[in-house]
């Protein structure tokens, strides 16, 4: 979308601001969300964010993709989560020294709480006109003199210099709302005392967060927590953690901490495996109890619910079978991400009284790159690359051949989940299509499951949907039919489970194509479907990085807008007389001392592996810069008889490693 002079004038633009981990921007036009994305996406550095206003670089995206500027924006909401007054100035403020957007203190601004913007996004996206609305995260910050905010910038400019009471509030981690279209309030809230991921138990998402952060070593893998638990049995690590605080409510008790005082030595998740499930179980039944408490509260059974705590599609599942709710809508964004969005519509509220705009149908918020942009990111590498057509059958009859395709497609997703634009798609059908995923694309722990496609209209054949058969933003984990799991392996987890994607014409028509195409092929309208991105990156963004992806992994394709791209292979011609040249994020590090070096390859796609070579093979791929053929090199480089045939034997190695790419003909001039 691109808007006219006239109809930017004619517009109210909003611009929402995440300041967190998981930073965020969006921009709403008459109350449309038309674009959003994440920090991390842009950065490449996951879960990037500061807790101030810090960057410009998420708005610049989002006022670039719909054509306006700065000046043409109404107004600026945003959440700084633990803003407190008394706590802002020297080390924490409000603003970069730099950030030169908008006054935060200045009469284009909108501040809004934190669990406040998590309960507008929830309820401004989903289907409802009225609802309960249910925010559960580790931490959602703290407010004085109101249950919450939302402050223009003069009285944002009072508001933080009023005393701060002693002892100091509690955090805010769950609150309820009841929402309708022209109103809100405020229900229940519960509060923790602390938020601290290392040891903390005082909420159900700090308690969560610090277990993993005791396993995992980040307080943010909440997704792997999840995962790991089907291996384990609960009621091996101990009985149910669970107690009842003095008002009667399940949380988490201390005592049981005791027993994990020792350090984590970092040994193999699948040792915690049973805490893991202990976690996950207590977790499930205490959300339950929650969203049944929440929908009783306030007599509305439709209950829209996100939060950090949301993302657990396990427990989601649960909320759906058995807290009583008649209709259920998950925020796709449900993170802090999702904050900008909340921000956004709170500031719609805040000037017009609506709390309700457009109805968001998907999720892929990101701009879209034109056939122009894509053609130059194939330009830049298309000597290492076969390029032709995208056509459905042959992509399905590639995918039946057991190869791994990407799939690249529109706007991207601005959820952590990847819904069809910025995936990777594999057969579903065996089990060494998992291993090689993690092993060999993902390079991730190979415990962690992979999530099913499938048809909306025939997903209840293959899973148990329950009282839902819709599950567009893969949320929910279901299980699959007895008679299935045998042939769907990929995407069966340990515990007979899958976190499923429907696929519907109307939100990813090209998907849906192909599930259909694959499904005459095979009878099956399933296939794996993961992120577009390797271990501790984010999901990939532009075409650049997705190319970047196929050429540093071994994915055998990338479908690229209407273009199918494969990396070149190894031919009948002599290996010797083809060209050769390093993988796109990969390099050479000589370490050690002048008595003793050692040389390696270093890839940072594959996890920046550290694969060891010869002195010899270092110096030949130093000089391999696909400008001269291999046997030239050689020649160059004095490899005769045995050396030779090893280099040779090496660079074959090498080359299925995807850490040295075959270049074309087009690069020897």
Known sequence: ???????????????????????????????????????????????????????????????????????????????????????????????????????????????????????????????????????????????????????????????????????????????????NKHSYRLVSRNVARSFHPMCGSSSLGETYAAVSQYIFGDWQEGGKLMGLAPYGKAALFSPSLLTRDDTGRLQFGVSWKVGLCKANSRQTPIVYSNLAARIQRDLEIALVERARQAINSTGNRQLAYSGGVALNSVANQKILEQSGVEAFYIMPASNDAGICIGAAAAAHYFSSGCTKGALLEHDFLGRSYSPAEIS????????????????????????????????????????????????????????????????????????????????AEAAETYFQMGSDPESPYMLRVVKVRDEWRNRLQAVTHEDGTARVQTVDRKRTPDLHTLLTVFAQITGVPVLVNTSMNVRGEPIVETPEQAIIMLLSTKMDALVLGDQLLCPLSITKQRFETMHFTLGPQVHLQASGNSSKLSFFLICQAQGSQAVEISQSLFKLLADADGHQPLHLLLNQHGLVGQARMDAISRFQELVQQRLVLIVSDAAKS
Request: hydrophobic content about 40%; proline content about 6%.
């Open 1 to 179: 979308m691109s808007l006219t002079q006239s109809t930017k004038e004619d517009s109210q633009i909003i611009v929402g601001i995440s300041c967190s981990h998981d930073a965020s921007a969006c921009v709403f036009i008459n109350g449309r969300i038309e674009v959003a994305v994440q920090l991390e996406r842009l950065t490449r550095i996951k879960h990037d964010g500061r807790p101030y206003l810090s960057t410009r670089q998420a708005v610049d995206y989002c006022l670039d993709a719909v054509g306006i500027s700065a000046d043409d924006v109404n107004l600026f909401a945003f959440n700084i989560q633990n803003l407190l007054p008394g706590q802002v100035g020297l080390g924490f403020p409000l603003a970069d020294e730099e950030f030169d957007l908008f006054d935060p203190l200045g009469p284009k601004s909108v501040y809004v709480s934190h669990h406040l913007a998590h309960a507008f996004a929830a309820f401004y996206c989903s289907p409802f006109d009225s609802a309960t609305v249910m925010v559960i995260d580790g931490s959602g910050g703290t407010v004085i003199g109101a249950d919450d905010l939302i402050l223009d910038g003069m009285e944002l400019a009072y508001y933080i210099e009023r005393p701060v009471p002693v002892p100091r509030p509690p955090y805010h981690a769950e609150s309820v709302y009841e929402f």
């Open 376 to 455: 130059v990111a194939i330009n830049a590498y298309c000597t290492r690359l076969d390029v032709a057509s995208a056509d459905f059958v042959e992509v399905a009859k590639r995918l039946v051949a057991g190869q791994v395709v990407g799939w690249f497609y529109g706007g991207s997703e601005f959820g952590p989940r990847a819904l069809g634009h910025r995936s990777i798609l594999a057969s579903p059908f065996e089990r060494e299509t998992w291993r090689h995923l993690n092993h060999a694309i993902k390079y991730r722990e190979e415990f962690r499951p992979y999530a099913p496609l499938v048809l």
